[in-house]
């Protein structure tokens, strides 16, 4: 996919969420091996020492990688988010990221919003970072950085899967130019028990979690799916030789809300 700066970005990430030490380097190393190009972290993940060790032992080489990390909601502010942005650089052993976001909005706190985004703004015109984007933004939260920015953010990351779409803030980052990612759009596993996802996957003869990865893509979203597995990380991989048909996404697009995190953007 092409972001609103002309730069290219993957179509499908890496999460790595909750994987960390020895656990994190090898499984890194194994993602590359298969064929990832963008690693999704964050500073609160907690792994980027070890995402870092990863890239520098592997045969990719660096300019081929994707990298996008965050700054979370304690670190936010001007002069808070350019250190840590700077921390984030060290930990990765990196010169530059692909890509930096916001990690969650302040809704108590327009301003602190505003700051975080000028430093990110700054870290772009000084070419420290390829992207600048937030995550976790719905459109209210959206309005304010748009009120206020030289640089319209190419990125927003948002919990994204079937019976969860966030159909207001998604269609209009399509029209402001926004890329959407989707973390979590296997629903940390819930939608792989769902059985009429199971029932239009065998009609492919694909996994719910292939089809689910195809959905997002047929929805314009990149998927950021996450696994400890290499068969996984293959099977994750392995959607280009299928298409959902019209009626099977209608179905998927219209699913009642079935499951989501706890982790609510309104809320932060």
């Given at each position: 996919?092409?972001?609103?700066?002309?730069?290219?970005?993957?179509?499908?990430?890496?999460?790595?969420?909750?994987?960390?030490?020895?656990?994190?380097?090898?499984?890194?190393?194994?993602?590359?091996?298969?064929?990832?190009?963008?690693?999704?972290?964050?500073?609160?993940?907690?792994?980027?020492?070890?995402?870092?060790?990863?890239?520098?032992?592997?045969?990719?080489?660096?300019?081929?990688?994707?990298?996008?990390?965050?700054?979370?909601?304690?670190?936010?502010?001007y002069e808070s988010t350019l250190k840590s942005f700077y921390k984030t650089l060290e930990n990765l052993q990196l010169d530059y990221l692909d890509l930096f976001l916001i990690h969650?909005?302040?809704?108590?706190?327009?301003?602190?919003?505003?700051?975080?985004?000028?430093?990110?703004?700054?870290?772009?015109?000084?070419?420290?970072?390829?992207?600048?984007?937030?995550?976790?933004?719905?459109?209210?939260?959206?309005?304010?950085?748009?009120?206020?920015?030289?640089?319209?953010?190419?990125?927003?990351?948002?919990?994204?899967?079937?019976?969860?779409?966030?159909?207001?803030?998604?269609?209009?980052?399509?029209?402001?130019?926004?890329?959407?990612?989707?973390?979590?759009?296997?629903?940390?596993?819930?939608?792989?028990?769902?059985?009429?996802?199971?029932?239009?996957?065998?009609?492919?003869?694909?996994?719910?979690?292939?089809?689910?990865?195809?959905?997002?893509?047929?929805?314009?979203?990149?998927?950021?799916?996450?696994?400890?597995?290499?068969?996984?990380?293959?099977?994750?991989?392995?959607?280009?030789?299928?298409?959902?048909?019209?009626?099977?996404?209608?179905?998927?697009?219209?699913?009642?809300?079935?499951?989501?995190?706890?982790?609510?953007?309104?809320?932060?």
């Open positions: 996919m092409i972001l609103n700066n002309g730069n290219y970005i993957p179509s499908i990430g890496f999460g790595t969420s909750l994987i960390q030490g020895e656990e994190c380097v090898k499984n890194i190393k194994q993602a590359l091996k298969v064929g990832y190009r963008h690693i999704d972290t964050a500073s609160v993940y907690e792994n980027e020492k070890e995402i870092g060790q990863a890239i520098k032992e592997s045969d990719v080489p660096r300019e081929e990688i994707f990298i996008t990390s965050k700054v979370w909601k304690d670190s936010m502010g969650w909005p302040r809704n108590n706190d327009r301003q602190l919003n505003i700051d975080t985004w000028k430093a990110l703004e700054k870290l772009y015109k000084e070419k420290k970072v390829k992207a600048i984007g937030v995550s976790n933004f719905l459109k209210h939260h959206l309005d304010i950085i748009l009120e206020e920015c030289e640089i319209i953010p190419m990125v927003n990351q948002l919990e994204f899967h079937p019976g969860l779409m966030r159909k207001e803030t998604v269609d209009f980052c399509k029209e402001k130019n926004i890329i959407v990612e989707a973390w979590a759009p296997l629903g940390k596993g819930k939608m792989l028990e769902n059985e009429e996802l199971k029932r239009i996957a065998n009609k492919y003869n694909k996994s719910v979690a292939q089809l689910c990865i195809k959905w997002c893509l047929q929805n314009g979203v990149i998927p950021l799916p996450k696994t400890t597995n290499e068969n996984r990380m293959k099977e994750n991989k392995d959607i280009n030789d299928f298409e959902i048909s019209k009626e099977d996404m209608l179905f998927i697009n219209n699913m009642e809300f079935f499951y989501g995190s706890t982790m609510d953007p309104n809320k932060s």
